[in-house]
């Protein structure tokens, strides 16, 4: 993206940046909540591996959505992304992460929940040109993200942590 010279312009980068993180902190968080009993769990290589293409996929959907050019361009960038957001915690949740792995994958859970509703508010913010609502709901997005991703890069998940 090219660098912002307004405020507009550093908004929009940041709702790219934002929809990202969701599907981003989606896609390992949905791991989590595929935890089950059994013996059927990947090993940790197997896990990453698996992981990493998933997000690698929807990462690469996320980008052909392209940019949002105006606020107005927001909201349906935003929700462009939902359905894309569903389909890749769906893959996902087929996935059976190591045990050991539960915990930090719980956490990032807790930050999607967070994420989520945020982004929403972003759309519906942007729609409405309300534009303290759009940096409050940016401002519990870039938390979460920011949270998400130490996770994500701690579990070795690269493709999986935003940049």
Do not use: H, W
């Amino acid at each position: 993206m090219r660098p912002a010279t307004t405020g507009g312009n550093a908004t929009l980068r940041s709702v790219r940046a934002r929809l990202t993180f969701v599907v981003l902190v989606l896609a390992a968080a949905a791991m989590a909540s595929a935890c089950g009993g059994g013996d059927d769990r990947l090993s940790q290589e197997e896990f990453r591996q698996q992981a990493d293409s998933i997000c690698a996929k929807y990462n690469a959907k996320i980008e052909a959505l392209g940019n949002p050019t105006s606020v107005g361009d927001i909201p349906e960038f935003v929700r462009g992304g939902i359905p894309l957001l569903q389909q890749g915690v769906a893959e996902l949740r087929a996935l059976k992460p190591p045990a050991d792995l539960e915990d930090d994958f719980n956490r990032m859970l807790d930050e999607t929940a967070k994420a989520i509703p945020a982004a929403q508010r972003l759309a519906d913010a942007a729609e409405n040109g309300d534009a303290a609502a759009v940096q409050k709901a940016e401002a519990v997005a870039q938390a979460a993200s920011d949270s998400s991703n130490r996770l994500a890069t701690d579990l070795g998940l690269d493709q999986c942590a935003s940049a």
